[in-house]
Antibody, heavy 126, light 108 residues
Framework: QVQLQESGPGLVKPSQTLSLTCTVSGGSISSGSYYWSWIRQPAGKGLEWIGRIYTSGSTNYNPSLKSRVTISVDTSKNQFSLKLSSVTAADTAVYYC??????????????????WGQGTLVTVSS | EIVLTQSPGTLSLSPGERATLSCRASQSVSSSYLAWYQQKPGQAPRLLIYGASSRATGIPDRFSGSGSGTDFTLTISRLEPEDFAVYYCQQYGSSRYTFGQGTKLEIK
């Protein structure tokens, strides 16, 4: 069973770049069954999709964050990463990595996020 | 961007009661791209329902999903103590994923 674990600094200064890594265990990140995503959640608020990457390196980003986001994959380490530049206090949140399944069910394309990592809190503050 | 609006914001019920949670989309959503998640404090969201009505692996059959177009519903037939949590709906459309703001299900 695939498991995901986020890692990275818990404190980032304003205007700097937030960098997180998600390590995938229990399966290969190169499996064609999954995309790999980042999702964030400010304290006490809802969930915001940041972006996704396929093992080929193909990416899609939330238009609201696109200018500041880069997601990459390292298949040799079974990891994928998030970089968010020019951060402000508004980027303070719990950041989750998640496996995104996109598959055909009874001839119709479906997708869903499962499983998720446990999440990591990133605070933007000087 | 497709906006998902969940109602009510908070639902106060007792164990054993039936819970009905609503998710309304600002425009039509493909049912195959509608999912529901449960989140407990300090935990990551957990997939409950995909394709609007299919239960994820290991999810009890007291959880059911229904709906189409712009109106979707998550029903918990008989609440267990462990069901009190925040529930989110999520959709994919226009090349992006969006979540509702959540419904908090609390013990009355």
């Amino acid at each position: 069973q695939v498991q995901l674990q986020e890692s990275g600094p818990g404190l980032v200064k304003p205007s700097q770049t937030l960098s997180l890594t998600c390590t995938v265990s229990g399966g290969s990140i190169s499996s064609g069954s999954y995309y790999w995503s980042w999702i964030r959640q400010p304290a006490g608020k809802g969930l915001e999709w940041i972006g996704r990457i396929y093992t080929s390196g193909s990416t899609n980003y939330n238009p609201s964050l696109k200018s500041r986001v880069t997601i990459s994959v390292d298949t040799s380490k079974n990891q994928f990463s998030l970089k968010l530049s020019s951060v402000t206090a508004a980027d303070t949140a719990v950041y989750y990595c998640a496996s995104l399944t996109i598959t055909m069910v009874r001839g119709v394309r479906h997708n869903w996020f499962d499983p998720w990592g446990q999440g990591t809190l990133v605070t933007v503050s000087s | 961007e497709i906006v998902l609006t969940q109602s009510p914001g908070t639902l106060s019920l007792s164990p054993g009661e039936r819970a009905t949670l609503s998710c309304r989309a600002s425009q039509s959503v493909s049912s195959s791209y509608l999912a529901w998640y449960q989140q407990k404090p300090g935990q990551a969201p957990r997939l409950l329902i995909y394709g609007a009505s299919s239960r994820a692996t290991g999810i009890p059959d007291r959880f059911s999903g229904s709906g189409s177009g712009t109106d979707f519903t998550l029903t918990i037939s008989r609440l267990e103590p462990e069901d009190f949590a925040v529930y989110y709906c999520q959709q994919y459309g226009s090349s992006r994923y969006t979540f509702g703001q959540g419904t908090k299900l609390e013990i009355k």
